[in-house]
């Protein structure tokens, strides 16, 4: 596998094409954006932030973190490299954006897979903390702290997109894919995690209505399922699972108390892979 980062951006405030110094991105308009320490880069003006600090958490991503390396998510990344390595020909290479990147498991997961693919990568996430913690990581791909909203890459350039968890702008995602390109977005399943949502709510929702049919500019091309069980054997990694979602701020109080007072819990991982190309 030929790893790359990719590198055509644009300015967030003018949309014009970034070109990129030793130690900054700047545009024909003059706007400069600083290349950190550890490699990425912030595209998300000030004016354009929803609050001080978007996005997860430091707490959030270090959790993360530790419970997607114990190896807990492994199947879902298997499914989601072995969907993008799949599209296109064979000897073709791939600009792939992960929309929502975190802290750049799922990246780097398709980073190792043996193939002659040569892939162009980008991670782009709203939290700092998840962006920085992923260039830490891995130099390989390219690193940007931004929006799903206005994605800070030019129109037709990428030929997929990953929405792993998170927040889907399809509007954006047809601008920035060519055509035939392939969205990957994949979703948690009925059961997900129901083990833990039982302990943690006093009542669980209704399962979400299946999607009837593709987004504007889409046809379904591939659905998935992944389902599989997975032991989490210590305090620790109970604790983890509950801090790297949402559900820490959503649970009642007694919910929280009965889940940290667990050093055992079997779970069940189960997700939905949905591929849609770009008409």
Sequence with gaps: MTIAPFTSLIC??????LSRTS????CPQGHTFDVS??????????????SLDPGDSKAMITARRRFLEAGHYQGIAEAVSRQVLSHGSAHQALAVLDAGCGEGYYLRELAGIESARRLSLLGLDISKWAVQAAAGRDR???????SNAALPVPD??????????????????A???KPGGLLLEVEAGPDHLIELREIIYPTLKA??????????????DTVETVRYARTLNSR?????????TPHLYRATAEGRAKAEALAHLDVTVEVQLTGSLRL
């Design 140 to 146: 390989r791909m390219g690193w940007v702290v931004g």
């Design 23 to 26: 130690t900054s991105w700047c």
């Design 236 to 244: 620790e990694q109970i604790l983890d699972l509950l801090v790297m």
């Design 12 to 17: 967030p405030l003018d949309h014009e094409p």
């Design 175 to 177: 601008r920035v894919l």
């Design 156 to 173: 037709q350039s990428l030929d997929v997109v990953l929405c792993m968890f998170g927040f889907p702008t399809p509007a954006e995602f």
């Design 207 to 220: 399962p979400r209505e299946p999607r009837q049919a593709p987004e504007p500019g889409f046809k379904t």
């Design 37 to 50: 320490r550890q490699g990425h880069v912030n595209l998300l003006p000030v004016q354009k932030k929803r």
